[in-house]
C-alpha cells in the first residue's frame, strides 16, 4: 500500500499545472478593471461632466481634445465624463438632456429638440 501513494503522488503534481495556467487570466481581468479606476477619480485635478436624458437625445462630448464621443442616450440614462481643461457639448435635443459640471446642475439649456452647442467651462 506504500507504493499506491508514491503512485498517487505524481497524479497530484499532474493536476498542478492546472491552477496554474489560471493566473495569466487573472491580469486580463485586472486589465479590465483598470479602465474604471481611472474614470473614477475625477477629483484629483480633472474636471467631471455628467450628462443625464430626460427624453431620447443625440449627445456629442469631447474631453479636452481628445477623440469625440457620440451616443444617442435614452430617458434615465446618465454619462460621466473627465478632463483636464474643458468639455465641448452636442446635442440635438437640448430640453432632453440635464447637464451637471464640476458639481454644479446647470439650468435648462433649451427646448425641446433644439440643437445646442456649448464649452465648459
Known amino acids: 500500500s506504500g507504493e499506491l501513494a508514491k503512485n498517487s503522488q505524481p497524479e497530484v503534481t499532474t493536476v498542478r499545472p492546472g491552477p496554474r495556467a489560471l493566473p495569466p487570466e487573472t491580469p486580463d481581468t485586472q486589465e479590465d478593471v483598470r479602465p ?9 485635478g480633472k474636471l ?5 436624458a430626460t427624453a431620447k437625445a443625440w449627445v456629442r462630448v469631447q474631453s479636452d481634445a481628445g477623440p469625440a464621443e457620440e451616443m444617442v442616450m435614452l430617458p434615465g440614462q446618465s454619462r460621466f465624463f473627465t478632463a483636464k481643461q474643458g468639455f465641448q457639448v452636442q446635442t440635438g ?4 438632456v440635464r447637464i451637471r459640471f464640476d458639481g454644479k446642475d446647470l439650468q435648462k439649456m433649451g427646448e425641446d ?9
Not at 48 to 52: A, D, G, P, R, T
Not at 93 to 96: D, I, L, P, R
Not at 113 to 121: E, G, K, R
Open 36 to 44: 474604471v479606476r481611472e474614470s473614477r477619480p475625477p477629483r484629483a
Open 48 to 52: 467631471m461632466l455628467e450628462i443625464k
Open 93 to 96: 435635443n437640448a430640453g432632453g
Open 113 to 121: 429638440n433644439q440643437t445646442l452647442a456649448i464649452t465648459l467651462p
